[in-house]
């Protein structure tokens, strides 16, 4: 051992001192950022609806005639549904789009046991529309051969237009499901949401963006019971007025105004008088819900683009206590078996592994708290596995740098000199194989949704995590131990003996500790 | 494991050597068999896929002592018609797949009454007819743009043979990996892609540290003239074996807890789907990094004019070593031992050691 004493040039003790300048230092960065953490309140990760409960509804956002997926589109389709959701008043509520540019999904997330009404609300993402009633019937389907003489047929009502009212049958389910996404500009045939009436609809002359306001109200005396009270902006005001104007000397059904929501008509008022002020008042028998409902509808009906439901997800709290569950104890499994093979395998440098992987482990959980507060990141159960994958990631680059310095001993250095002619390559690898690891990261977040983009996260963070502590942790670390006679000396214990290394021992005795 | 430690350092200084490189036709074989099984399996019965695909809706009740029978009564009351799936999940959880639903409301309630549960407790998933397209065309833009960085990236790290070599090795993972789901018939949703996706990844950094070993026992063969690239190449291999083999195993050991775990206790869902994905990708992306992304590389590289002319002279100053054109190496049967020391034998090869 004596010549290891001797062997203590400046330059070793400088590095020496560097190593633990470089723990030292991620030791402060550990606490500074725990107490950054207890400050600001983050004690708890954010935890993804799937391992608390809640629905999660993703919406595509459908091209249609006249309408584009622009960029701004769906930016305004998310504030119009965030509205909504939150008109339900549930804390932590969330919705925003994912992806990137034109392919983004919106997803709409409500913690809590609220999905039927959540699914409702927002499966109305739909255009509002004004229009006259031309012809009312009910709702089932006619032989269309009988009244299609054009003569008889009321104005702006064609035969074509009329075959298709007569063959629509608005008791069958398929014309309910809404989702229409006609042109404005063009009279259609419709049913009424419940399925008990159909029409057929004047071009719509006021659509639900002229809508300023809409509330719920409920008539005092008690007459007329709740009703919706709603105002329109200044084309809004001009347009209606020139449509009540217009209908209110006709007869029935044609006095009528449709109020029509993706394609299905939620009410269609009968205009007693020329609506001119820019407000109106819709009264039916109405209860409170169904009023507020309504209002909600009018409120924020004007969504500029029309979705498909992608995927709509109802875990109750239940199940995402169980996921969390699986998800801890997977981790804790995992990590186990890792560290069980490390000291098998690496004997005493297992001890780095498995440190190294707990200041891992803790500056994950450290990011998943301040980043919770800070992005809003929430925890999924994909996000989850995506950190239990990363354990095997995290762990190879201490295999990739522990082969190298076995290399390197096994071509005759000392451990000492090893530890950094191995890091030198060791480094290289590492971070060529991190970088890719990262660009899968990052373009999984970016073309994906949902839950994979939790993965995609927590791997790509892991895979930062991992560069850290390779890089101030680990290195520094094993340079320190290097220096303990335990180490050094080829231990059997150790990991670094010519026995375990599959190093031949030289017969001729000539073997000499090298400096 | 003393014993794998061991058969590292024989690794390390050539004297145990595989032969991969020299042999790889028979590798590519291997790989080309199962990759036309994997069409023919894909274009026969393709891929099995769960209803994020097809659309349709999934519900899931927690209950003691419910049973499959319990819940195809209570879907066949709703009046549920067509393809259903209701599976027993872990201990008391019941899973029913249905397609397209008319009245999603109606088969809830009935369920709650048929199990004496609340209806806010049942678990559901209704998924759009567009959503698996959805998804399938964003995990194509992914593939597609994954590869371009990756082949950027690896061509300003290392060098354009590389990065080809490990593109095509990449590629060949993905296809086996599919070709194994079409051929036992396992589940495909949305969280397959993803462990797809993220195979990818992996594969190519394993790909990644062999190469770079590649690198570095190549980078100044032209002028010593001792070895051939190939042999060079293969060199390096063998030393990676190890760190592939303990890498390999360490990915897999947290892989296989989430399988065990996610498939154990919450059978079939997001993590199972992940961890199944995951695990046979580890496994094929190890499997390319050694016996298909050095061998095609060696093979690029070989062509070249300078290589060439190393392998003349390589040929010509150690008659002894043999050379992929020489001997092919194809059998390797009467190389025998000697041959394949000669092989292995670099400059770094050479008795430096000092023990301690």
Known sequence: MSALKNSQSPKAVKSSAKSAKSIAILAIGLIVFSGVAVIQGATKIKLGLDLRGGTSVTLTPRASEGTKVTTEAIDQAVEIIRQRVNSLGVAESEVAAQGSGTNRQIVISVPGQTGEKIVQLVGQTAELRFRQVLVEGAPVATTAAADAKSATLPSGVNAELNAKYAALDCTKKESLQGGSTESPDIAVVGCDRAGTQKYILAPAQVVGSMVSKASAAIDQQGAAGWYVLLSFNGEGTKKFGALTTSVTTLAAPQNQVAIVLDGLVVSAPRINEAINGGSAQITGSFTQEEASNLANVLKYGALPLAFDQGEVLQVSPTLGADQLHAGLLAGLLGFLLVFLYSFMYYKGLGIVTVASLMIAAAIAYLSFLLLGEWIGFTLTLAGIAGAIVAVGITADSFVVFFERLRDEVREGRSLRSAVESGWVKARHTIIIADTVSMIAAVLLYFFAVGGVRGFAFTLGLTTLIDLLVVFVFTHPLVALLARTSFFASGHKWSGFSAKSLGMKIKTDGSAELKG | ?356
């Open chain 2, 1 to 356: 494991m003393s014993s794998l430690s061991g058969i590292g350092g024989r690794l390390y200084r050539g004297e145990t050597s595989i032969d991969f490189i020299g042999k790889r036709r028979r590798w590519y074989a291997f790989s080309g068999i199962i990759i036309i099984i994997s069409a023919i399996t894909l274009g026969t019965q393709g891929l099995h896929l769960g209803i994020e695909f097809k659309g349709g809706s999934e519900f899931s009740i927690s209950k003691a002592g419910a049973t499959v029978e319990d819940g195809r009564a209570a879907i066949a009351a709703a009046g549920v018609t067509g393809e259903t799936v209701v599976q027993k999940v872990g201990n008391d959880r019941l899973r029913i797949q249905t397609g397209a639903l008319d009245s999603f409301a109606a088969v809830k309630s009935s369920l709650a009454q048929t199990f004496g549960v609340n209806v806010d407790d049942i678990d559901t998933q209704i998924i759009g007819p567009s959503w698996g397209k959805e998804i399938t065309k964003k995990a194509l833009y992914g593939l597609i743009g994954f590869i371009l960085v990756v082949m950027v990236f690896l061509t300003v790290a290392f060098e354009s043979k590389m990065a080809l070599a490990a593109i095509i090795a990449t590629i060949h993972d993905v296809f086996i990996t599919v070709g194994i789901y079409a051929l036992v018939g396992f589940d495909v949703t949305p969280a397959t892609v993803i462990g797809f996706l993220t195979i990818l990844g992996y594969s190519l950094y394993d790909t990644v540290v062999v190469f770079d070993k590649v690198r570095e026992n190549t980078r100044s063969i032209t002028s010593t003239g001792k070895i051939t690239y190939s042999a060079a190449a293969n060199l390096a291999v063998n030393q990676t074996l190890v760190r592939s083999f303990n890498t390999s195993l360490i990915a897999l050991l947290p892989v296989a807890s989430i399988l065990f775990v996610g498939a154990g206790l919450l059978g079939a869902g997001t993590l199972k789907d992940l961890s199944l994905a995951l695990f046979v990708g580890l496994a094929t992306g190890t499997y390319s990094s050694i016996f298909i992304a050095t061998p095609i590389l060696a093979q690029l590289r070989e062509r070249e004019p300078a290589m060439r002319a190393l392998t003349k002279r390589v040929a010509q100053h150690a008659p002894g070593a043999v050379t992929l054109e020489a001997k092919g190496g194809l059998n390797g049967s009467n190389s025998g031992s000697e041959t394949k020391v000669s092989w292995a034998r670099g400059p770094r090869n050479q008795p430096k050691r000092k023990g301690r």
